[in-house]
Nanobody, 115 residues
Framework: VQFVESGGGLVQPGGSLRLSCAAS????????MSWYRQAPGKERELVAG????????NYADSVKGRFTISRDNTKNTVYLQMNSLKPEDTAVYYC?????????WGQGTQVTVSS
């Protein structure tokens, strides 16, 4: 199982970024996917999750109405569209899946929200 994450960077408050996580090494279309983030000095937290077919989605309260998770099973990719970004969204963002009870993580992509 491998992930290649991209799309992070430096953005001003109120701006937008779109993260991508390209997966390989497993049957992407049958597994739920999620995005987590970890800010300096804090524990890693769930940001959003999406079921295998995209029929159910959940968000952390802190990002509801601003972030959108989606997936394209033809491209083995999960996305996180982040709008109205705030300085408190600054963190390393990771995609994750669980295959046969084992959690697999991407390498992380840094998102910094600052003026």
């Amino acid at each position: 199982v491998q992930f290649v994450e991209s799309g992070g960077g430096l953005v001003q408050p109120g701006g937008s970024l779109r993260l991508s996580c390209a997966a390989s090494g497993f049957t992407f279309s049958i597994y739920d996917m999620s995005w987590y983030r970890q800010a300096p000095g804090k524990e890693r937290e769930l940001v959003a999750g999406i079921t295998s077919a995209g029929s159910r989605i959940n968000y952390a309260d802190s990002v509801k109405g601003r972030f959108t998770i989606s997936r394209d099973n033809t491209k083995n990719t999960v996305y996180l569209q982040m709008n109205s970004l705030k300085p408190e969204d600054t963190a390393v963002y990771y995609c994750r899946t669980t295959v046969y009870y084992h959690n697999y993580w991407g390498q992380g992509t840094q998102v910094t929200v600052s003026s």
